[in-house]
C-alpha cells in the first residue's frame, strides 16, 4: 500500500488505515511484518508520502471482505466443496493493506462458504500467489473439518510440477528440512532451528536440461513456502522465484511452480475426486523453448 499522509508516527496511520487496534498494529510492527520500502519498521517512524508500506502477517485481525466480481476456473462443484484452478498472480485470501482481488472475495462473489476462518472462509488449504493450480475449497463447516483433517492425515494427494535451476543428478529424491520464519527478512521462510517445522518434500525427475531441471514433488507437510524453501536449500531455487532464486526475476510471471493434480476421496460420498489441469501458458512455452 502507498503511503497518503505525511509525518504521522506509523503505528498511528496503520491503525486508521487499516482499521485495526493501535495495539495489534504495534504487534504487527514489533514481530517485524511491516516493511516501509523494504526495510524492516519500528512503531515510531514517522511516515513518508508515497512510502511503499508492506504487511506480511501470520497474525488474526478483524476485517469486513467484500464480495468481488473476478473471473474463477471452477474445475468441480458439489453442494460440499470446490476444486478451483487458481491464476498465478492471484492472492488467495486478504491480508493487512490487501482486501480486495483475492480468491477469497471471488468466491464469496458466488458461493456460501464454511467460516472456520472468518478471514479465510473456504480455504483448507493456500497456493503462494503466483503459484498456479488446483485448491480445494470447503462450502461448509463440516467438510471444511473434515477435508483439514484428511491433509493432516496426509489423505489428500497434491502434486505439483516446477522447473527449477541447475541440473540435478538424482531421479528421485526426499528433502526433510524444519521451515520456520527468516529471521532477518519477515517475507521469507527459512531452513531454521528456531520457530520451525518439519517438512518433507518428495521428488523425481521429469527432465533435465542444459541448466535446468523439471520435477514433480508430492507434499507430506504443507509449510508457508515448502517448496520453494526446500529446493533453494539444496542449491536448485525455483526458476524466476523473486525470493528464493540464483539470479533476478526474468518475467512478470513468478516463480514457475504449479499444483497440477489433487485427489481425495469426498469427505461425505467417500467417491475418489482426481483433477488434473495442464501448466500455465508461460510454463508450457518456457519448456518448449528449453526442448528446443
Known sequence: MKCEKERIRLDLYLSEALGLSRSKVQKLIKEKFVLVDGKIASSHD???????????????FEQDIEPEDISLDIIYEDDDLLIINKASGMVVHPAPGNYTGTLVNALLYRFQLSHQDSIRPGIVHRLDK?????MVVAKNDEIHEKLS????????????????????????????????RDVENRQKMAVTEINSKASRTHFKVLERFSDMTFVECKLDTGRTHQIRVSFSYIGYPVFNDPLYGKR?????????????????????????????????????DKLKELER
Not at 46 to 59: P, R, V, Y
Open 46 to 60: 514517522m511516515t513518508k508520502l508515497g512510502s511503499e508500506i508492506e504487511i506480511i502477517s501470520d497474525l488474526s
Open 130 to 134: 503466483d503459484t498456479s493450480g488446483l
Open 149 to 180: 483433517d484428511m491433509i493432516a492425515k496426509k489423505e489428500v494427494e497434491r502434486v505439483y510440477v516446477a522447473l527449477v535451476d541447475g541440473v540435478i543428478p538424482h531421479a528421485t529424491g526426499t528433502i526433510e528440512v524444519p521451515i520456520g
Open 248 to 284: 533476478k526475476k526474468t518475467t512478470p510471471f513468478g516463480q514457475f511452480l504449479h499444483s497440477k493434480s489433487i485427489r481425495f476421496l469426498h469427505p461425505r460420498t467417500k467417491e475418489e475426486i482426481y483433477f488434473e489441469v495442464d501448466m500455465p501458458k508461460e510454463m508450457q
